[in-house]
Structures are given as structure tokens and as C-alpha cells.
């Protein structure tokens, strides 16, 4: 079988398997449901995950070592993810042979001739690294000032190699790498002495926003599937609904289509996981090259070219993506997969300059201390930011979270949505809690979305420590906010109408929102005056009454200026009468000529704050559709101490 | 020549499968060293917890003098004289932090603060019998260089000698104070506490909505971070637990001009009532007993000088530790 045929099929069943796993992140019990279904596992394969939390949080999450075993092979074999394994770059395979179909073959040559821009996924990675990595680098620059003996072997250790490397060269290079050296230690001493601030710069990880296995996850669980929920095809009972997607998806629009202009754009200039591998491939034991230097440069070998590598001359083996098609197209056999360089020589190391690596570098670590600046994860934090149940303090979910949206498809009753930026620039799709949207609140009894999460941002827990049950019963259940009632807005606190859908569904035993009754007098009273009464009736001098009007079972009636104070509930009444519960009769019935008022019996709703696990079941259900009259905010979520609300 | 070629290429090839196999190593020890297969727990790993030292002096327990008086300097030197002196309290070399109450940004002629006169007098005194140091800190409500700025605090402690600390972040360390419902783990300003051995505490009279009071126990809530105003629901019992966690050297409760209404802000001299007397002591649950009284209320409305006795940290029958009374 033809390689590029192996390749085809590699590609294809690595496409399939993806997307089966998207559709089987469905909760449920069928075989085409989530059961035991490694759903994770290309998420895991992929290296950058596991790298940028290293950085970001110092361990490797359980399952994100998959992408030691990705790195290695691309250690030995070359960028053989890209071209073999991603599901994105086979997406962009097929709709750049789409383009490139008609084109005459000198188009194709210009099309996949290497671009000096492909340098830019370079910027991209080393910026989202240093992003990442921020905090450790701190911790590094402060060793002269915490530990001051390992900074002086440290520097003893570099002092000896630097001089050993300087000598063997020229007395000259000597004095120059002395200077640097000397240089580099006083800066790093002036920053470990300036860095003592009160305020140290946090690692954020943002890999999530263009790693392409991420963003295929998002741009498939929220707007594919959800597509498909509208056909027949559906996946989900109720169509599902993400709010603000419209981003996700012009970013995946026109990833794809830009392929038409050139193939794998994105795989060539944007890609960071692509930029990893061209790094990490520098060694490869085995190589795309020629066998021989001499050919008649007919350049067929890059008109398919996946990578833009120019195997024609100096093959850049670190764009080389493996796709092979050089091998298919050589007429001459010249090109092959080999264990010594191309004949015309190779260029190993990506096109970035030392400046280049360092502007980016320097961006990345003042970009995320300059959002900081907003205090959104200190004082300036956003209560509407409401995270699912597990969810780590909110600097510590930033150093995890790579936006993939695997919650937001588990989720059973479609709450969790991924943020604008409710959570600032850097909490950028990261999940949050939307109760007007889905089919509930955050069910009681769910702990899917943490139990899927392939970063522990949102922390695996038991259904125990969720609700505070046996070893936790201590620390009581787990809260991601509070409800607040808003009196303005709720029926029975501003609109004298019963209510109490809220209590009703609060699903917290003892429920977390209490009643409290009360009484009054109907908005416009009708004059009532009594001709005749007996026991349980009352007739009125006029026709004053919508017949049943009252006779709801919400409403009451009292006499004015008599001794008989007592509160009867009415059960039947005509246009000029009422008939009253034989509960409790009048005992001496009401005189001729007195008045009768209606009352309205109303139970309105109070939120008890050390029950409320901010579950909002009672916001979703609350009747007042628009803004609701009862509503979560992320006050007393367990995961942040300083939001607590009372002791 | 083909052959040189071949075995540098050869050479090459190893050197290359050297390096990859070196990477291969690195990246494997790195997922071995670094792998986690257990997600983080639920909360942060608690910081290790720090707590006060004790800084009173056995031998002078039970100590009080009240001298009544309109000059707060005399008052105080008087009533610390009745003690013994301060030399009796501060020895040569001692490192003395003064406690004051810098709560708000408003001027001492309002009474909401402690006088800066009293910053003057005990820094003075402090260094004629010998400290090594004073410093004055405060945790306040208002913005801390507005506060000891416009209190006047700032500019008497400089006179003086004494160095102003102000409530930095990273002067803060998490506290549990043992057998304590609400002072868990929670940051106390601590680092001035740490190279001093000599504490004073001094407070103006003031009333309180909340509490009732605020003397010189509730003076101690300065010295909290975080959150803390969630402990106004529960008011009494952090008061007791803060007189629980200071044990000062002396207290100094100034009852010159007493704040009767509007508290703890005021904000208009017709809140203040010229009460004419200063507290000094080693007492703080005594302090507050005296202290009410020149608020015109009854220790039953101050639930936390009850509370902070059973704990045992002073008696509320000031006249049993027979206070020395004098007149100026």
C-alpha cells in the first residue's frame, strides 16, 4: 500500500475517532454515550497541554502524561502529530487539496513555497510559554534574595562553564563572555532585589485560546453538535444553547477557509502546537531529504508540499510536517525518509531570531501582569462569575483551564457556558455558569463537569464532597454562590401574587429559602358592605364582585371595626356575596351595614445564606423570565475564602 | 572522498541520536518527576500559622491608675508615674510597638483616632528610659497613609523618633488562635510584632454602633486582615477572641475627650463630651469596665467585657485591682 494511502487512513481514523469522542461526551447510559469512553485522550496526547500546565501549576495532571509519549516520538520520528495524528490539520489537509485542486501545478509551487511568516507561530508559542511559565521565573529571579547558596553555585557552576567554553576560544571572546556574564548576574540580582514587591507576578495559562485541539474541541461541542441537536441527528433531548459562540465559530470559519488561499495556514503560521513539535523535532532520528545533491531541480517534491519545508533546497525540518508527499511526488526516487540530512543540507532550528524570541518573550510576561492590573482576581472580582461546583480559587483555575469546553458539553442541563469576558480577557471561554440557559440549574446531584476535566481546573470530586455528606459533613456542601432576592422584582415582594416557584424548587433539604407569611389588603378594594350574614356567609348591599374572583384560595376576609378580628378564608363568591371556610365560622356574623375588607394571604421568599449552595434551580425556575427577580451571584463560593459571605 | 563523507555522516548521526536520546531521557524524567495523578485538594495548602507572643509582665498584673485631667500629657505621665513609672514597664534596650487606633482619615480634634499627643508622650518616655526602638502600626478602614497622615500620627511619631509601619500585604500572616471559633487562619499584621518585645496598647473612648463600645479591646481589630468586617456578625465574640490573642504590656485608654454618639466615626464636635480622664494599665477587660462608664453606659450593654473575663483575660471589677485615683 502507497504510504500517502497509510497516511490518508491514519489521518481519517484519527478524524473519526475525535469526533466520535465528541459525540460520546453525552451524558447517558447508552453505548453512544460517555460510559467509558476515553473521551480525554487527544486532549492528553497533546504535548502543549502538558507543558504549559507544568509550567503554569509545576505537576503533569494524571492523563496529560499521554503527551510525554507524543513528545517522544516526535523526538525520534519528526512533526508526525501534524501530519498523521491532528484532527484539525486533517481538516485543513482536506480543504487545502480542495483549493489547491484546479490550480495549475507552477500556482501550486507558489502556494506551499516557504513564507518568511511562518516564523509568527513561534512568536505565538514562546509569548503563551512565557505566559505560562511566569511564576516559576519569579521564583528563579528571587533565589539570590530566598536562597542564597544555590544561587551562588548556580552562578559559580554557569561562571566555571562559560569560562572553560570562553578560553577555548580567544582571550578576546574571554573578556566579552566575562562582561555578559557579569551582566546577567547583576541583573538578576537587581531583579530578585526589586521583585519583593507585595504583589508577584501569577502564572496564567492561555495555550487553550489557539492550541488547535482545544479550539476544535470548542468550535465542534459548541457549535457542530448543537447544530445537529436541531435535526433529526440530535444528540441531546433539548437542543443545546451557548451563549456567545459567534467568536468561536468566525475563528473556526476562517481558520478553514484561509486554507483555500494557502493550505494549512493555520498548521504553517499560527499553530503553537505545531511550533512545540518544530522545536522538539530538531533531533529526529529520521528525516525528509534528498539521497542525492544532484537532481533536475524539477521541484515537483514541493508542489504538494503540506509543511512549505522546501525540500527542493535547504529542508527545514522543522516545518516538515510529515505528510510524505515529496516522496509520492519525486519521479526520480531522490526524496526519502532517512537517518542522514538531505544532500542540500538542512536548517534545523525555526526561523526566530534571539530578538524576536525575546520581544515575545517579554510580551508574554508583561501581557498577563498588565490585565492583572484590573484586579479581577482580587478586589475587582466579577460576582456574576459564577464557576461550576470543584472549581479551583480563580488564579489557580487560570493556571489549568485551557478553554476546551469538555464541561460545557458533559454538563446534563447545559448551564455551564463559556465566558466572554466576565472573567476578564484571560478568563476568555472559560466555563461559567449561565442559569437562564439549559434545562435547569446546576444539578444537585452532578459532578460530571469535574470528573471530565482533563486539567483538574475544575477538580474531580465525589458526589459526597459535593454535598457535604459523611468525611465531608464537616465542611458542608460545596457552594459556587449565593441567591439574592431581588424585592423589586419578585411577585409576592412588590406584586402582592403568590408565588414561591423559587422555595419550591430549591433542591436543599432543609431548603435554603424559607417563607414568611403575610397579609394585604387587595390593590383596589371594592366597597363592601354587608346587608345580611349568617355563619359562613356574607351578603353584600350591591353587586360589587367578578364572581370567583376570590375564590382562589389565596384570599381572605376581615371585619372592619369589630371585635371579631379573625382572618377567614373565602371559598366561594358571587357578584354579591361570599361564602367563607367552615375553618372558622363567624361566631356572631357580621352586622348589617358593616364593611368587609379582602385580603391577599402572600408568602414571600428569604434566602437562608448558610444554606444556599448557589445551585440556581430557583433562578432558572423563577417565573419573572427577563432578569429574574432571584438570581446567584458567586458570593460565599467555597472556592475562594475572601468571598465569603458570613462566618 | 564518498567515503569521508560517509563517515561524517555517520559521526553526525550519533552525535544527532546522542542528543535525541538525551531529549527522549529528559522528557520522560520530567513526566516521571513531575507527574501528579491526584487533582489539587479543595483548598490551598494552609501557609504555616504564626502567633503572638505574649507580652505582659507577670509581676505587674492588675495594674491601673485613672487621672483625671484636661492635659493629656500631664494626665498620662501622672498615671504612669502612680505605676511606677515607665521604667517599670520598658527597660534599656526594650523594642516598643505602640498600637494605635488610626481608624479613619479625620483630624484628632475629632476624637475618632488616638490622640497623636499620646504617640509623642510614650515615644519620648519610651526612649528616656531606654528602648532601643518604637514603632506604631495600624491596620485602619480608611486609606493607611490618608489615616496616619491626617490623624497627625504620622508627624507625632516622626518627631519623636518613632517609625510608622504601614499595613503592607506581606506584613500579614495567617493566624489560628487556639480554642477559637473565628480567628482561624486568618492574616493578622504580625511582622511588626516579630523583633519587639514590649507592646502598648492606646485607645480613645468611643461609642460604637455595632458593639456598643470601642476601647481598648475592639482597638485590637486593627490588627486584622483580610475580610475581617464579616466578623461584625459576630461582634462580641471577636472582640473577646482579639483580647485573647494580644496580651500587651500596658494599655493606655484615653478618656480626654469621650465620642458619645455617632461612633466609631463621629464627625462633629457636638458629638464629643470632655470626660477628662486617662486609663493606664495592664488590665484591658478593667480598661473598657472604667471606660464605659464615661460612656454613660452599663457593662451588661458591652456583652464582650463579660465575655473576655470568663476567658480570663482581665476582671470587669476594675475597683478590685483598687485603682490608684488622682486628680490633676
Known amino acids: 500500500m502507497n504510504i500517502i494511502t497509510t497516511r490518508r487512513i491514519c489521518q481519517v481514523f484519527f478524524l473519526i475517532i475525535f469526533l466520535w469522542f465528541c459525540v460520546v461526551t453525552t451524558l447517558g447510559k447508552a453505548w453512544w454515550q460517555l460510559r467509558g469512553w476515553p473521551v480525554n485522550w487527544i486532549i492528553q496526547m497533546d504535548p502543549l497541554v502538558g507543558l504549559g500546565t507544568l509550567l503554569s501549576t509545576r505537576v503533569l495532571y494524571a492523563g496529560l502524561l499521554w503527551g510525554v509519549a507524543t513528545v517522544v516520538l516526535t523526538i525520534v520520528l519528526g512533526r508526525f502529530f501534524c501530519g498523521w495524528v491532528c484532527p484539525f490539520g486533517t481538516i485543513h489537509q482536506f480543504v487545502g487539496y480542495l483549493g489547491k485542486r484546479n490550480k495549475r501545478v507552477s500556482e501550486k509551487f507558489g502556494v506551499n513555497r516557504y513564507h518568511s511568516g511562518q516564523s509568527i507561530k513561534y512568536w505565538i508559542l514562546i509569548f503563551l510559554l512565557t505566559a505560562a511559565i511566569i511564576e516559576i521565573a519569579t521564583d528563579v529571579a528571587l533565589l539570590p534574595r530566598n536562597r542564597l547558596w544555590l544561587f551562588i553555585t548556580i552562578a559559580l557552576a554557569l561562571l566555571v562553564v562559560i569560562a572553560i567554553r570562553a578560553v577555548r576560544r580567544t582571550l578576546n571572546s574571554a573578556k566579552r563572555t566575562i562582561f555578559l556574564y557579569s551582566t546577567f548576574i547583576f541583573i538578576w540580582l537587581l531583579l530578585s532585589i526589586m521583585l519583593n514587591g507585595d504583589q508577584r507576578p501569577s502564572a496564567s495559562l492561555q495555550i487553550g485560546l489557539l492550541d488547535p485541539i482545544p479550539l476544535l474541541y470548542r468550535s465542534i461541542n459548541f457549535i457542530l453538535l448543537p447544530l445537529f441537536d436541531r435535526t433529526v441527528l440530535k444528540l441531546q433531548t433539548v437542543p443545546r444553547f451557548y451563549d456567545g459562540t459567534w467568536l468561536i465559530g468566525a475563528i473556526f470559519i476562517s481558520a478553514v477557509l484561509l486554507n483555500l488561499i494557502i493550505p494549512r495556514f493555520y498548521c504553517r503560521f499560527i499553530c503553537p502546537l505545531g511550533a512545540l513539535f518544530g522545536v522538539v523535532s530538531r533531533f529526529a532520528l529520521w528525516r525528509i531529504g534528498k539521497s542525492k545533491e544532484e537532481c533536475i531541480d524539477c521541484q515537483l517534491c514541493q508542489k504538494n508540499c503540506e509543511g512549505a519545508c522546501q525540500p527542493t533546497s535547504q529542508i527545514r525540518i522543522s516545518e516538515c510536517v510529515l505528510c510524505l508527499n515529496c516522496l509520492d511526488d519525486c519521479h526520480h526516487g531522490l526524496m526519502t525518509y532517512q537517518t542522514a540530512p538531505s544532500a542540500t543540507g538542512e536548517i534545523l532550528s525555526p526561523d526566530l531570531t534571539r530578538r524576536e524570541f525575546m520581544v515575545s518573550a517579554i510580551f508574554g510576561a508583561a501581557a498577563i501582569s498588565t490585565l492583572r492590573i484590573g484586579g479581577r482576581i482580587g478586589p475587582n472580582w466579577n460576582p456574576r462569575l459564577v464557576r461550576p461546583p470543584g472549581s479551583l480559587a480563580e488564579n489557580e483555575f487560570l493556571t489549568r483551564c485551557i478553554k476546551c469546553g469538555q464541561c460545557m458539553r458533559i454538563c446534563p442541563t447545559n448551564v455551564i457556558h463559556p465566558a466572554a469576558l466576565e472573567g476578564g480577557l484571560e478568563g476568555l471561554w472559560t466555563p461559567i455558569l449561565n442559569f437562564r440557559i439549559g434545562t435547569s440549574g446546576c444539578q444537585h446531584n452532578c459532578i460530571a463537569c469535574g470528573n471530565l476535566c482533563p486539567t483538574a481546573a475544575i477538580r474531580p470530586i465525589s458526589l459526597d464532597e459535593r454535598l457535604g455528606r459523611n468525611q465531608y459533613s464537616s465542611q458542608g456542601p460545596i457552594k459556587i454562590g449565593t441567591a439574592f432576592i431581588d424585592r423589586g422584582r419578585c411577585l409576592p415582594w412588590a406584586m402582592d401574587t403568590p408565588c414561591i416557584v423559587c422555595q419550591e424548587n430549591c433542591p436543599v433539604s432543609p431548603k435554603a429559602i424559607i417563607t414568611r407569611e403575610f397579609f394585604n389588603t387587595i390593590k383596589t378594594p371594592p366597597r363592601l358592605v354587608v346587608k345580611k350574614a349568617g355563619e359562613l356567609t356574607i351578603e353584600f348591599q350591591s353587586d360589587v364582585l367578578v364572581p370567583d374572583r376570590f375564590a382562589t384560595g389565596d384570599y381572605y376576609c376581615v371585619v372592619q371595626e369589630s371585635s371579631d378580628i379573625g382572618r377567614r378564608r373565602i371559598i366561594a363568591n358571587t357578584a354579591n356575596g361570599l361564602r367563607v371556610s367552615d375553618v372558622l365560622p363567624f361566631e356572631s356574623p357580621p352586622l348589617a351595614d358593616s364593611r368587609v375588607e379582602i385580603l391577599i394571604r402572600l408568602q414571600s421568599p428569604y434566602v437562608d445564606p448558610k444554606r444556599c449552595i448557589g445551585c440556581g434551580v430557583c433562578e432558572h425556575e423563577c417565573p419573572v423570565k427577563g432578569q429574574r427577580a432571584i438570581r446567584v451571584t458567586a458570593e460565599n463560593e467555597s472556592r475562594t475564602r475572601e468571598h465569603r459571605l458570613i462566618l | ?328
Not at chain 2, 504564626?50 to 509582665?57: G, N, R, T
Not at chain 2, 490623624?151 to 487556639?178: H, M, Q, Y
Not at chain 2, 471589677?317 to 486628680?327: A, G, K, M, R, V
Open chain 2, 1 to 328: 572522498m564518498q567515503k569521508m563523507k560517509d563517515v561524517f555522516t555517520r559521526r553526525q548521526f550519533l552525535i544527532r541520536s546522542a542528543k535525541a536520546g538525551a531529549s527522549v531521557v529528559a522528557a520522560g524524567a520530567i513526566g516521571y518527576w513531575f507527574y501528579d495523578s491526584r487533582a489539587p485538594g479543595p483548598s490551598p495548602d494552609q501557609k504555616s500559622s504564626v502567633l503572638l507572643s505574649d507580652f505582659s509582665i507577670p509581676e505587674l498584673e492588675k495594674k491601673m491608675s485613672i487621672v483625671r485631667g484636661q492635659n493629656r500629657a500631664d494626665t498620662l505621665e501622672t498615671a504612669l508615674k502612680a505605676l511606677g513609672g515607665m521604667e517599670n514597664f520598658i527597660k534599656k534596650g526594650d523594642r516598643v510597638l505602640l498600637k494605635v487606633n488610626a481608624a479613619f482619615a479625620s483630624p484628632p480634634m475629632l476624637s475618632a483616632t488616638t490622640h497623636p499627643q499620646l504617640v509623642t508622650v510614650l515615644t519620648k518616655l519610651c526612649y528616656k528610659v531606654g528602648a532601643a526602638s518604637v514603632c506604631v502600626t495600624d491596620n485602619p478602614i480608611n486609606d493607611p497613609v490618608s489615616c496616619f497622615g491626617l490623624t497627625g500620627i504620622a508627624e507625632a511619631a516622626d518627631s519623636a523618633g518613632a517609625r510608622v509601619i504601614l499595613p503592607k500585604e506581606n506584613l500579614f500572616k495567617p493566624t489560628t488562635l487556639p480554642d477559637a471559633n473565628l480567628i482561624k487562619n486568618w492574616p493578622v499584621l504580625y511582622e511588626p510584632f516579630k523583633d519587639i518585645n514590649k507592646v502598648i496598647g492606646i485607645a480613645p473612648v468611643k461609642d460604637h454602633h455595632r458593639s456598643g463600645a470601642s476601647m481598648v479591646m475592639k482597638n485590637w481589630y486593627g490588627l486584622l486582615g483580610g475580610r475581617r468586617n464579616i466578623f461584625h456578625q459576630d461582634i462580641h465574640n471577636i472582640i473577646k477572641e482579639l483580647a485573647t490573642m494580644v496580651k500587651p504590656t500596658l494599655v493606655v485608654l484615653d478618656g480626654t475627650t469621650s465620642m458619645m454618639t455617632n461612633g466609631p466615626t463621629g464627625g462633629s464636635l457636638s458629638d464629643l463630651k470632655q470626660t477628662n480622664t486617662m486609663i493606664v494599665g495592664t488590665d484591658q477587660v478593667a480598661a473598657d469596665a472604667f471606660g464605659a462608664g464615661l460612656l454613660d453606659k452599663d457593662i451588661s450593654e458591652l456583652p464582650y467585657i463579660a465575655k473576655a473575663e470568663a476567658k480570663g483575660v482581665g476582671t470587669a471589677d476594675y475597683q478590685s485591682l483598687n485603682p490608684i485615683e488622682l486628680s490633676i
